[in-house]
């Protein structure tokens, strides 16, 4: 148990919808981040949120935003959901955004099917 | 685009060493090797990482040649569970640096009873 925790664990939905993936840092961790993994792209990194600021951003669609809120957890929204969204979504926390022990631990992900 | 080559797919029969080779022949002199694992749609998890020296700890060890162009991942007991994929990651680390990580094919070790 990595101590981030996702809900839900598993989503399916239509085209078109929108969704929201919750992430709960593991406690003391300031820093949360968002990947997502899908058969043919693999792993990719989202977004990152930092203190409730966003630090970086990967390849995220304009249709998905996220946000950190003062209590560190972070939420994901899809919208205009599409076939190809489906996938298995990762969240990360980590204790800082820079430094030598910095590794990231990642949580069970939530699995998005949209049909 | 991944910075790491890794072979797609390795075996190793249980209770042997299982090392795992990775090419990262463009690294910069403030990039650091780190190594994940995911077993079968479980989150990523982290193993160990290093930068020029060889590192060690209670899961595996972590040997990188001198001109740090490649580097190996021990697993000195392997076992059932640890059949997975194995991410190599060549990254920065230091004020500023973005902390995101950038994830390869990854090589998928199956260990053999």
């Known amino acids: 148990d990595s101590g981030v925790t996702q809900t839900p664990k598993h989503l399916i939905t239509a085209t078109g919808q929108r969704v929201t993936l919750r992430c709960s840092p593991r406690?003391?961790?300031?820093?949360v981040y968002w990947y997502q993994q899908s058969l043919d792209q693999g792993l990719q990194f989202l977004i990152q949120?930092?203190?409730?600021?966003?630090?970086a951003k990967g390849n995220i669609l304009e249709r998905f935003s996220a946000q950190q809120f003062p209590d560190l957890h972070s939420e994901l929204n899809l919208s205009s959901l599409e076939l190809g969204d489906s996938a298995l979504y990762f969240c990360?926390?980590?204790?800082?955004?820079?430094?030598?022990?910095?590794?990231?631990?990642f949580g069970p992900g939530t699995r998005l099917t949209v049909l | 685009d991944a910075k790491t080559t890794q072979p797609p797919s390795m075996d190793c029969a249980e209770g042997r060493a299982a090392n795992l080779p990775c090419n990262h022949s463009?690294?910069?002199?403030?990039?650091?090797v780190y190594w994940y694992r995911q077993i079968h749609s479980q989150g990523p998890q982290y193993i160990i990482h290093?930068?020029?020296n060889n590192e060690t700890n209670e899961m595996a060890s972590l040997i990188i040649t001198e001109d740090r162009k490649s580097s190996t991942l021990i697993l000195p007991h392997a076992t059932l569970r640890d059949t997975a994929v194995y991410y190599c990651?060549?990254?920065?680390?230091?004020?500023?640096?973005?902390?995101?990580?950038?994830f390869g094919t990854g090589t998928l070790l199956a260990v053999q009873p």
């Open positions: 990360a926390s980590s204790a800082v955004t820079s430094g030598w022990n910095n590794e990231q631990f």
């Open positions: 406690s003391g961790d300031l820093s």
């Open positions: 949120y930092y203190n409730g600021e966003e630090r």
């Open positions: 463009t690294i910069s002199g403030n990039e650091y």
């Open positions: 290093g930068l020029k």
């Open positions: 990651i060549v990254r920065p680390l230091g004020r500023g640096a973005t902390n995101k990580l950038i």
